[in-house]
């Protein structure tokens, strides 16, 4: 009996142990962080509206929307205002800088801040408002929703909602930046009116590329380098993707005061506006006779007039013929009609008096004509000339390898 | 007397153990705070919210909008007066007609504004599009010329006709009937050919009354509803003789052109005489194609709605009048 009351004890005293163990209150579950989620995500949207109002001058982009798919850079300027409400001014667009929209601070996959009503911030995701037909339904291919990524000291790092791999970086703004903007239209008709040919020697290795200012994008033209966007500064152009030189990145560049080119601040790379020094879409003709090309070219001129007469009986080739002109090519008159090949004219980079001619593309009846071709041949060969413009109607561009080949050119 | 004891101590411990006091309910983690209303958010609330219970979103939300379109909101500006154009035009109409409550019944949940065109990458746009009858997408608000009827009367039918689908997904319409009017003439490809004219000219000719009304019998009667009342009466009238007019033209120029060069002038007479004869059946179904469809909508209205379409068409175009400037 007494065997029995002390196991009763024992056994009594085990499940008033469980009991006591069990109503420990220790069902929270460990937190990682202090706050709980709700706390967390409320506290990182009121820091972002905080930071964002916090300047005083506001906020800078140069937001480059589509550098993989032909479009350049884009500057804006951002002050947050209120809780609610922001300006904007752009190099960009029609900004207007009295108007203000509204924004807001939501929680999209991650803290994102969306501008919510019309600025000009949204005349780059307008469709039906391209910079050439390859964007019809898409505009400039840009974003308003901006996914907080990261401050990085004073700026704040985003990605864009629309396309996530783009990382826009919101730079504190100056007083300056606003008054600024308007200088970016120096820099922008410097380069409209360049012609678009831009240039650059890295390392020996010397690229051209065409500048589209609807697209503000530079397409290289002999596949010696990657494309590249230019959003414009007050006082140059940054680019991306940047150009890496001797192991050097470069993307901000100075324009030159004689407005020739921009070059890093380090000095020691440069991107080269390439003038031609004369303007060859003008009518220009010359003659296949003495004092007009070199001896070297008539002797060309004879082989093919005379295979070509043989062939085309009817369409006999004339000596004078056209090179430059609004189709910018040589085109010979043959009979009633003509044959035409296209000529690229250029400047060439680091001597502002030199033409630079390459072989264009074949255009009218050249496909009939193959005997033709080592004229055009011999032109691009010789290229660069020295060009001497003796009258507004008359030209000698001499070779600048060969002094004695030279070509005049009329204008009658 | 030792147990009772340990009995006492252990028993203790769990009333000990088990007293947890839960920390009160604070107040909530998250913002439930009222947001500041704007005088835009006061006039919507004021005239589609709280009396039709139509939530207007004219802030961007990509939840509400297809993202693969490169789409933005409208200017805040432009949100009253094209929601007062679309309330004048739209809901006061209805209501005028078919009694005050008729739109509070029957309305989509909500209003998605959008700024400017839909526009596709093969260079059309989309004007507007409703998804299950409960919100409606209204595209170029900030494009609307309130001078010019023909801009205010572009945007408001999309409405119209959208408004059309969500009456019909309340009260069928007599479908089966409907669409053995031109039953085979019904097309995905109603967008082919590109040319516009072209495109209206064989839709038409076929008795649609326009070349989107193609594409199956619900669109052909939204088109319907939507030309009946972005039109008076006259303009309707005259949309119908158009179509006649053109049948016959283009009856007219193809006999022409088939004769060649070197028609006389007699060659030609006749040859006008002609197509003018044949094409006058053609173009006489054709209209009459759309008349049919025209009925069955106003039985529509006036059975299942208790509404005269004619008389809604009249009230709209006089409330048209009160939006212009």
Redesign the interface.
């Known amino acids: 009996m007494k065997l029995i ?1 002390s196991y009763i ?1 024992i056994i ?2 085990i499940i ?2 469980l ?2 163990v069990g ?3 220790n069902n929270d579950p460990e937190l990682l962080f202090d706050d ?1 989620p ?2 967390r995500i ?1 506290k990182d949207i009121d820091e972002l509206r905080n930071t964002l109002k916090s300047s005083p001058d506001g906020w800078k982009i140069n937001y480059f929307t589509g550098v993989d798919r032909g479009l350049g850079g884009f500057t804006f300027l951002f002050n947050f205002l209120n809780n ?1 409400e922001v300006i904007m001014d752009s190099d960009f667009g029609n900004p207007d800088i009295n ?4 924004y ?1 601070i939501t929680l ?1 996959s991650t803290v994102k801040l ?5 600025n000009v911030l ?1 005349e780059l ?5 391209f910079p050439n037909n390859d964007f ?4 400039y ?2 974003d ?2 901006f996914l907080l990524v990261s401050y990085e000291g004073d700026d704040i790092i985003f990605k864009s ?2 396309n996530r791999s783009n990382i826009i970086r919101f730079t504190r703004a100056t007083a300056d930046d606003w008054t600024n903007l308007d200088t970016h239209q120096t820099i922008m008709d410097v380069l409209a009116n360049s012609g678009g040919s831009l240039g650059y020697d890295n390392a020996g290795n010397v690229s051209k590329f065409n500048f589209d200012s609807a697209t503000r994008y530079a397409t290289n033209t002999d596949g010696t380098a990657p494309d590249f966007g230019i959003a414009y500064t007050p006082t140059g152009i940054i680019i991306s993707p940047a150009v890496e030189v001797n192991g050097i990145e470069y993307s901000e560049f100075t324009m030159s005061a004689d407005e020739t080119k921009f070059t890093s601040s380090d000095g020691l790379f440069s991107i080269e506006i390439i003038k031609a020094p004369i303007d060859m879409s003008q009518a220009w003709l010359t003659a296949a006779r003495p004092g007009f090309v070199p001896q070297a070219f008539i002797d060309l001129f004879t082989a093919a007039k005379t295979t070509h007469d043989a062939t085309f009986a009817a369409f006999p080739l004339s000596d004078i013929f056209d090179v430059g002109g609004s189709t910018l090519s040589i085109t010979f008159g043959i009979g009633g009609t003509i044959a035409r090949h296209g000529l690229n004219f250029s400047g060439v980079i680091g001597d502002p008096t030199l033409l630079d001619v390459s072989v264009g593309a074949p255009g009218t009846n050249w496909q009939f004509v193959p005997w033709f071709d080592p004229m055009v041949n011999y032109i691009a060969d010789n290229a660069p000339y020295q060009v001497n413009q003796t009258s507004p109607t008359r030209v000698e561009l001499t070779s600048e390898a060969d002094p004695t080949i030279t070509f005049v050119l009329l204008i009658l | 007397m030792k147990n009772i004891y340990i009995y006492l101590i252990s028993a203790l411990s769990i009333f000990t153990s088990c007293d947890y006091q839960e920390d009160p309910i604070t107040d909530s983690n998250l913002d439930t705070t009222t947001p500041e209303l704007s005088t835009t958010d006061v006039w919507l609330r004021d005239n589609y919210a709280i009396p039709y219970n139509i939530d207007v979103t004219y802030q961007w939300d990509e939840g509400r909008v297809d993202l693969n379109r490169f789409l933005f909101p409208p200017f805040l500006d432009n949100v009253v007066p094209a929601m007062n154009a679309v309330k004048t035009i739209w809901i006061d109409s209805y209501n005028q007609v078919g009694g005050v409550d008729f739109v509070r019944k029957v309305a989509p949940r909500e209003l998605v504004l959008v700024g400017g065109f839909n526009l596709n990458e093969d260079g059309t746009r989309t004007l507007g599009f409703a998804e299950g009858g409960k919100n409606i997408v209204l595209f170029e608000v900030d494009l609307i010329d309130f001078s010019n009827r023909a801009s205010v009367i572009e945007f408001v039918k999309t409405v119209q006709h959208e408004y059309t689908h969500i009456l019909n997904q309340t009260i069928r319409f007599d479908e089966e009937a409907f669409q053995q009017i031109t039953p085979a003439d019904y097309t995905a490809q109603w967008f082919n050919p590109a040319d516009t004219q072209e495109r209206f000219d064989i839709a038409n000719s076929l008795g649609f009354i326009t070349d989107y009304a193609r594409l199956n019998h619900t669109e052909d009667f939204a088109e319907m509803v939507e030309t009946l009342l972005s039109n008076t009466a006259t303009e309707y009238a005259a949309i119908l003789d158009n179509i006649k007019t053109r049948i016959i033209q283009n009856a007219v120029s193809q006999a022409i052109t088939n004769l060649g060069p070197g028609a006389t002038a007699e060659d030609i007479a006749i040859a006008t005489n002609a197509a003018t004869v044949t094409a006058q059946p053609e173009a006489d179904r054709a209209v009459n194609l759309i008349r049919q469809k025209e009925a069955i909508v106003a039985d529509y209205y006036a059975r299942q709605l208790n509404i005269d379409i004619y008389e809604l068409q009249k009230v709209v175009a006089e409330n048209v009048d009160k939006v212009i400037n």
């Open positions: 009351k004890s009594s005293i008033f142990s009991l006591i109503c420990e209150d709980t709700a706390v409320q609610k108007r203000r929209s509204l807001d999209g969306t501008f919510t009503t019309r949204h995701s307008d469709g039906a408002n019809i339904g898409q505009g291919r840009g308003f929703e909602n629309r």
